[in-house]
């Protein structure tokens, strides 16, 4: 049986063109979902508020090509000063198979090769549509500290797979906010970079993306910063929506990601755009009844309530909302306050 893995190894095994002369500098790249373009709006406003020092231009990569999608682009883009803005949509092969199998981790992956393949900078930064960054010169020292280093990349966070240090490959870093170098990157195929079944020092392991092409670099060349600072960071939220979306029957949102993502939009979103995600009286009937679309009803998720609370209301707190926003969204979470806080 051909396999998808297979199909993309064949595909994807040189880079499309060079850059013969890398512009000094990194590029934003924003891998967002097509169909929640909450997610543009909060990451054009996110990156909008950084020190411009260095950048070179941002790069808006959906994960499918949705009608109206570049309309909004246009729209927004005209409210955020990021440099030149260039919208990169999926190949026509890329979007028949992303919505067929509609898997977030290989979507990320073609969104990060479109992503390389369309940068004229030295460096490029991944940055994750679920997270906020609350420190205005963020940006601007990962790229300093990663350039002057020479990195291959700079991260913020250490790999969440503790395979890795039981294997002792203490340096590798996870994807989100990485600064990269892009004659690193390159210097792979692309194909290599993906999430693949994939072995090291005579081990078979499951590498989430850029993680085997980490593990091929000197150790030397990879790090992440000791303490994580300047972010909030909610984790797997479009994973979450993307196996909602492909869930049958009851869906227990164990994390209150579906939950964030409903507040994010209630919050942000002041356009005309028809979601797919539950309205909030829907998901407030899931903290008691069983068979609603999506649930709350498991012990573990009332375990999980604290820590998501906590982060919300670190963006609460954070200065980056204004008073409109925090309203919506301390009103979003309150019947969830009420039953498990």
């Known amino acids: ?46 990156c909008s508020t950084q020190k411009t020092d260095g950048l070179v231009e941002t790069i808006v990569l959906p994960d499918q090509i949705v009608p109206g999608f570049s309309e909004l682009l246009q729209e ?30 290989n979507n990320h992956w073609l969104q990060l090769i479109r992503g390389i ?32 280093r020479n990195l291959a990349c700079l991260g913020v966070s250490p790999v969440w ?26 210097s792979f195929q692309p194909w290599e970079h993906r999430g693949h079944d994939g072995e ?31 972010f909030i960071h909610f984790n797997y939220v479009i994973c979450t929506y993307r196996w909602f979306q492909k869930s049958k029957g009851s869906f227990e949102d164990e994390c209150f990601r579906i939950l964030l993502i409903r507040s994010l939009i209630n919050a942000f979103d002041k356009s005309n755009w028809k979601y797919d995600v539950p309205e909030l009286d829907q998901l407030v009937k899931g903290i008691t ?30 200065k980056l909302l204004n008073e409109e926003r925090v309203a919506i969204l301390i009103d979003s979470v309150g019947d969830f306050d009420k039953a498990f806080g």
């Not at 396999?3 to 190894?9: S, V």
């Not at 499309?16 to 990451?43: C, H, M, N, Q, W």
């Not at 009844?289 to 670190?314: A, G, M, P």
Request: charged content about 20%; aromatic content about 14%.
């Open 1 to 46: 049986m051909f396999k998808t893995a297979t199909l993309w190894k064949w595909l994807y095994s040189s880079w499309e063109k060079s850059i013969d002369r890398p512009i000094p500098g990194y590029t934003i790249l924003l891998p967002v979902p097509g169909d929640l373009p909450v997610f543009l709006k909060i990451a054009l406003e996110t």
């Open 76 to 105: 927004w883009e005209t409210e955020y000063f990021l440099s030149p803005i260039l919208l990169i949509n999926p190949q026509p092969l890329e979007q028949l198979i992303s919505r067929y199998r509609n898997n977030p981790h």
């Open 117 to 148: 393949s369309a940068t004229h900078s030295t460096h490029a930064l991944l940055h994750d549509a679920d997270l906020f960054i609350t420190e205005d010169v963020f940006m601007k020292t990962h790229y300093q500290s990663c350039a002057e």
């Open 161 to 186: 797979d503790t395979w890795y240090q039981e294997q002792g490959l203490n340096h590798l870093t996870a994807t989100w906010e990485m600064m990269f170098s892009l004659e690193w990157a390159r």
């Open 200 to 230: 090291i020092a005579g081990q078979i392991h499951t590498f989430d993306t850029t993680l085997y092409t980490q593990c091929q670099t000197v150790p030397e060349r990879i790090s992440y910063h000791e303490k994580e600072w300047g």
């Open 289 to 318: 009844d069983t068979s609603n679309c999506v649930t709350y009803t498991q012990q573990k998720t009332r375990e999980n309530y604290v820590e998501f609370r906590s982060k919300l209301q670190t963006l609460i707190d954070s």
